[in-house]
């Protein structure tokens, strides 16, 4: 959408990466309903105020490539429904509740390495995250704004469907969600305006992220071993 001269070629990989993402990774759709979202309001936005958008771009190619994209996924819709349907009878979960949610949230950056994870830990991390979208908003640039949507929206969505439904607030079902957070923190990082303070919040951060690396590696190995 930012080039000046955009082909069929982006939009076709792009359809094909997020076909890609929900193939492998339910909650992608999520995330592929965030990314079609952004691309359609920021281009009607535009072209509604004539500023800044080339012409390169319309609406109809959107459309095009959302409809593709969910007819190529229909094929997978009856593996998904098996799936949901094995999962219904052979792991029942627990009750959705605030404190449940509350939990979930500080687990869904595994903050449980760090310290005992309460309904506290998962409100303090979830006003660290308004403070930083709301950073990033203040910037009003497109960009942040599409972090902020693939971030809340996977996290809206497991709230809604764990409502209606079944219990899918889950850490492992939000890690697209949560790779967008992050990258949102490293931007927050990177327009701090002292030199030190950034470099010191880069390194921490970087650390950090190694740490939980090699967390989740060694509990997806003890998990594969059972």
Known sequence: MFRETGGKGSWILFTLTSLLQAYTHYFGLFIAIAQYGFAMSYVGFQRLNQTGMKKNISIQTILISGVSFYFLFLPWLLVFLEHRQRVDVKMPTSAITWQYIGTRLGMAFDLQWFSSVTPLTGLIVGQFFF????????????????????????????????IFMRTVFVPRYLISAQIFGLASIAIVINVIPWKSIRWISSAIFLIAMGILAKEQFLTREYNASL
């Open 131 to 162: 403070l930083v979208f709301l950073c990033l908003a203040i910037q009003r640039r497109p960009a942040d704004y599409f972090l902020i949507l693939t971030t809340l929206i996977p996290f809206v969505a497991a709230g809604i469907v764990s």
